[in-house]
């Protein structure tokens, strides 16, 4: 059964939710288990972030060019305009996609380290052999995971297209769709440890929409602040286990829970 955790961690509603991820940032940067983790991917985020903006630099004019060729007179004007815009798009969707991809082999060792340095009970250690399947899996349901966001976006991009009302619906619309795929994106990696499907996840979240989102804006923003958008990967996957363990000790997971893994 999993222990108590300490008052100033716990999570309820929208304020816990969203106060969750900044206590996990104090944990990850006071406790050497987890700060080793959080430093390497920190780098990897580092590294990721500055190849995703080269390449939207670099690709998004080649992309544009390729379905619109850059016009002359004033009309060039609104070929730039929509350079920036798609850049914009790739860049608040790449921000969030691709350091999860990279970073996802040390996601589970990470997980780990907080359950042990809260004495929460996980489904065990294992050798090489699991330590290995597991990074497998954990980039290939990142993969996954990263793919719904892009679907998401693909149905909403439409809106974007239309002035006015449409460009306000697709960003209000764009940018809640994008917080709930975070509480989602974390959450699922250490309930993937406990063998749950991705619709077991998806349901524990809509049960719990405050916290839900409260949790996933706290990471949203996180993501823009320059340097500690870095540790916001450890930082959210520390939290997202600290509120699913907390889910579990209330019985606040709706029944279809997967099993511990073995």
Known sequence: ???????????????GGFALPFHALHLVVAVP??????????????LSLLALVAGLLLGVPVALGALWTRPEGWLVALWYLAALALGAVGLVVGVAAVPAVVTAPLADPLV?????????????????????????????????????????????????????????????LSVAWTIFWLAFE??????NRFGWRFREVARTLRAHPATTFGFGAAVYLLLWVPVLNTLFIPAATVGATILFHELRAAGGIPAGGGAPKR
């Open 112 to 172: 780990e380290a907080t359950e042990r340095h809260l004495g929460l009970q996980g489904p065990g250690a294992g050798g090489l052999g699991r330590l290995a399947a597991e990074a497998a899996a954990g980039v290939r349901k990142a993969v996954l995971r990263v793919s719904l966001l892009l679907a998401g976006h693909a149905l909403l991009l439409p809106l974007w297209l239309l002035p006015g009302a449409g460009h306000a619906a697709w960003s209000l």
């Open 1 to 15: 059964m999993s222990v108590p955790l300490p008052a100033p961690l716990r999570a309820a509603g929208f304020g």
């Open 33 to 46: 288990a987890l700060r080793r983790w959080a430093l390497a991917m920190a780098a990897i985020t580092a």
């Open 186 to 191: 974390y959450l699922d990696i250490p309930a």
